[in-house]
């Protein structure tokens, strides 16, 4: 018989790991690091992990939620949680196990005062974010990689967007030294803007204001996730990224919020 539990706990997380790492082996044929795992759920700040599990003597389906704050650049801090590592075993992927322990994530949430729950769906799994769990999701947005002329141009154009409301705000030091300690992951903080290089090229994954993007050192290409409707050459488009959400106990609404690589690179 099929066995369903919620834990909202690290302790009580760290005893199912081993169990957790090998169902993402087995659903997504890849490794999933240890460390990466103790990261985002274990030595995650801002409190603890919502998870559902489902057992069919051993462990088929996995739901589960980090604590992920956003600011509105005027003190608010919001107790919004990240969506990630959705998994469920190739045998139960009939059964509705992904909408089953996702809204009981959601209730658990409900309960415990949570403002809004959000992430960054695939092509593929972005339908039933969608239709089964009532999540509201954004057209594509992209990553883009181009010259320092035209990131100056591209950020002012995103900067003006005068929609966008909340960010995650690396300014503040709790979440930036979480957020940059990424395990296996070089970033650089410079007052302001906080960068990775990748392959030759550089990672924006934060800035606050553009005059900070003059900060970034000189580089081929600079990659950087924007709205797609700022962006009016297809060649400078590397590939799509998918953004949405789901209200709790507050309203929310994805187009208020400043999608960049330091909230979507997570994992």
């Given at each position: 018989?099929m066995?369903t ?17 090998k ?28 998870v ?8 088929v ?5 980090i604590?992920?704050?956003?600011s ?27 909408t ?5 994530v ?8 949570a403002?809004?729950?959000?992430g960054?769906p695939?092509?593929m ?7 089964r ?15 320092k ?12 967007d005068?929609?966008?409301?909340l ?15 990424k395990p296996?992951t070089?970033?650089?903080w410079n007052?302001?803007v ?18 900070d993007l ?7 290409a600079?990659?950087?996730?924007v ?19 789901l209200?709790?106990n ?17 994992f």
């Open positions: 018989m066995k539990i919620i834990i909202k706990e690290k302790n009580e997380l760290l005893k199912y790991k081993t169990e957790i790492l169902l993402f082996r087995d659903a997504y044929g890849q490794e999933l690091s240890g460390i990466l795992w103790d990261w985002a759920y274990i030595h995650n700040p801002f409190g603890n992990p919502y559902a599990l489902a057992f069919d003597d051993v462990l389906a996995h739901y589960a939620v604590p992920y704050p956003l509105d650049g005027a003190g608010v801090r919001y107790k919004s949680f990240l969506s990630m590592t959705t998994m469920v075993a190739e045998s139960h992927r009939k059964y509705g196990l992904f089953k322990l996702a809204n009981a959601y209730d658990e949430l409900r309960i415990d005062d403002d809004w729950v959000m960054f695939n092509q799994s972005a339908p039933g974010f969608r239709k769990l009532g999540w509201k999701i954004l057209d594509p947005d992209c990553v883009i990689s181009v010259d002329s035209m990131l100056t141009k591209i950020s002012h154009l995103e900067f003006s005068k929609e966008v409301r960010f995650a705000d690396l300014a503040s030091q709790d979440i930036r030294d979480w957020r940059l300690s296996n070089e970033y650089v007052d302001g906080a960068y990775k290089e990748f392959s030759g090229h550089i990672d924006v994954m934060y800035y606050r204001f553009p005059d003059l900060r970034l050192p000189d580089s081929n600079y990659n950087i996730l709205p797609r409707h700022i962006v009016d050459n297809e060649n400078i488009v590397a590939f799509d990224y998918m953004f949405g959400g209200s709790l507050k309203e929310f609404m994805p187009s208020m919020v400043r999608r960049q690589m330091c909230l979507s690179d997570v």
